[in-house]
Nanobody, 125 residues
Framework: VQLQASGGGLVQAGESLRLSCATS????????MGWFRQAPGKEREFVAG????????YYADSVQGRFTISRDIAKKVVFLQMNSLKSEDTAVYYC???????????????????WGQGTQVTVSS
């Protein structure tokens, strides 16, 4: 199983970025995909999640209305569209995969078995 995150970079506050997570070796029955981020000196935190079957989405309060998680079913790629970026969004962003999560557990990073290598997002103010 491999998850490959890409699309990070340096942008100014207010600009947008789209992250991609290419997957291989995953089966998608009952799969939940998530994006997490970790800023220097902070714990890794949940950003967004998506139930592969049905497309239900979940967001952290801090990104609700600015970020959108989506998927390309045919290509098995997960995206994170990030708009109106703020300096506090600066972090390394990770994609992750889990099985069988429900709404109350989708934010729990301990339930994700598969992780990508991370991509750096830096937002200058």
């Amino acid at each position: 199983v491999q998850l490959q995150a890409s699309g990070g970079g340096l942008v100014q506050a207010g600009e947008s970025l789209r992250l991609s997570c290419a997957t291989s070796g995953l089966t998608f029955n009952s799969r939940t995909m998530g994006w997490f981020r970790q800023a220097p000196g902070k714990e890794r935190e949940f950003v967004a999640g998506l139930r592969w079957n049905g497309g239900n989405t979940y967001y952290a309060d801090s990104v609700q209305g600015r970020f959108t998680i989506s998927r390309d079913i045919a290509k098995k790629v997960v995206f994170l569209q990030m708009n109106s970026l703020k300096s506090e969004d600066t972090a390394v962003y990770y994609c992750a995969g889990a099985i069988g999560l429900i709404a109350s557990t989708v934010t729990d990073r301990g339930r994700y078995a598969h992780w990508g290598q991370g991509t750096q997002v830096t937002v200058s103010s």
